[in-house]
């Protein structure tokens, strides 16, 4: 992988990129890096500062009632319409250095880059910080983005969490409770990310162009046996919920094991486990287990639920237990825009970089701007594939080889889109 710092002649500026990460990643609770998870106060702050720097950067800066943070410059034919660039400033406790905030500053490089070269495009450019596109306090995610795109469901606004509702959360972040009309004036949304995962890193690629955002469905098991005493209970007269819930784990493991070594992504994991009544002299008697599944295609997500299915009737039958899943949400796989993906691909090599197509497992805020906009996502490198911990580290000429491929996509899009 060649690094961008090797290429004296990009149309961004990595130092003012490098000082910006790093200002708003010191925005974190203390002896806690990196956390600033949305709805915090240290979230606030971390907005305030974005929005100083929307408005350094000449941006006409608000928030929307969705609770996004959104920096405008106006574009030379009025009414035609937006791109927008953007990710977001909220983290996962002990792990945001890089996820999201990269792109959030990568965006805004790209306008002030614009600014710097004396560019203005045809079409009005913004800037955008999603609010709350990791798993929040209230239990859901990607609360801005689903806001903007219409789909945010209105019984969300009653959840509760540290003794606020979310809508009252959103009022406290600058939105309100009442949503905008879906936006209709979006013409393409890109968004650059790092990878969270090690393939461009083991490649030494510059760039992935992600094809898709995969599908992300949950099932919850439930596993009843009967409780009795661990010490006179015959081993073979034992109806034990854990030792058959294992034997599911195992069977989990294999069947995703087997679908991933196709090219298609897909992924589960059992992420949550609970059992009762969890005493050392007691056989358990309850299990409930939460199963992630991401897949890059429906067919392949399918056909694991059916040999789930299969699997929970012959683990009851066997030990002598009843097992209950139940599928709790189900999101479809978002493929990303074909004609933007090319001309990333052709902005990276114009750069003198390197480039691949992968799917994303991770679920993006672009997922729901492609509800109502053409949209695309680059991936960058980052260290040993590690995000969602406080090891997570991108080089900051990588990101900066980001934003150079992000500004020009943007000018190519904004001739496309006027032609």
Sequence with gaps: MSHPGERPNLPVSASRI???????????????????????PLHREGRAWLAD????????????????LIGRRAGRLPGSGTLMLGSHSD??????????????????????????????????????????????????????????????????LGRQAEGMTLAQGLVATGGREAPDPARQDIKAFLELHIEQGPVLETEKRDIGIVSAIAGIARIEIVIEGRADHAGTTPMGARRDALVAASKLVLGIEHLATDLSRQPR??????????????AANVVPSNVRMLVDIRSEQRDDLDRFAAALNDLCISVAEKDHVDVSPRRISDAPAVRMDDGIGGMLANATESLGGSHRQLASGAGHDAAFMARISRAAMIFIPCLGGR????????????????AAVLLETVRALDRQISE
């Design 18 to 40: 490098a000082a910006d990460i790093d200002k708003l990643a010191e925005i974190t609770e203390p002896g806690r890096p990196w956390t600033r998870r949305a709805f915090s």
């Design 265 to 278: 992504h897909f992924a589960a994991t059992v992420g949550e486990f609970a059992m009762l009544p969890n």
């Design 53 to 68: 720097r929307f408005q350094a950067a000449g941006l006409e800066t608000r928030i929307d009632a969705s609770g996004n």
């Design 91 to 156: 983290t996962v406790p002990d792990g945001g250095r890089f996820d999201g905030i990269a792109g959030v500053i990568a965006a805004l490089e790209v306008a002030r880059s614009l600014a710097d070269a004396g560019i203005q495009l045809d079409h009005d450019l913004e800037i955008v910080d999603f609010l709350a596109e990791e798993v929040s306090i209230f239990g859901v995610s990607c609360i801005g983005s689903r806001g903007m795109a219409g789909v945010r469901p209105p019984e969300w």
């Design 387 to 402: 995000s969602h911990a406080p090891e997570e580290f991108a080089e900051n000429d990588d990101i900066a080889f980001g």
